[in-house]
């Protein structure tokens, strides 16, 4: 059974940045596309950025240019660069495996972000 903690998370004013971790115990991610999704209050979960196991990277259109998302096998880790924080950035922060549209193991606690404008 995987299991996936994410730190890094705060509150932060408009324009910051903040760099968010996703550590995987259980299985090793280097075979698998890894992703981090955010759900805001009242909103459904959303992938906003995903990289392959060969690096390749996507992200949705409302974080393009502002986040990067970057691995690291050897650790096991997955992050999250955000730049240019917006106030609609609030959310809380999961990551996962995204396999054909569904996440391959159960969530983590996330990790809470709050930009203030």
């Known amino acids: 059974q995987v299991q996936l903690v994410e730190s890094g998370g705060g509150l932060v004013q408009a324009g910051g940045s903040l760099r968010l971790s996703c550590a995987a115990s259980?299985?090793?991610?280097?075979?698998?596309?890894m992703g981090w999704y955010r759900q805001a209050p009242g909103k459904q979960r959303e992938l906003v950025a995903a990289i392959t196991s060969g690096g390749i990277t996507n992200y949705a259109d409302s974080v393009k240019g502002r986040f990067t998302i970057s691995r690291d096998n050897a650790k096991n880790t997955v992050y999250l660069q955000m730049n240019s924080l917006k106030p609609e950035d609030t959310a809380v922060y999961y990551c996962n495996a995204p396999w054909l549209g569904v996440p391959s193991w159960a969530w983590g606690q996330g990790t809470q972000v709050t930009v203030s404008s």
């Open positions: 259980g299985s090793m991610i280097r075979f698998y596309r």
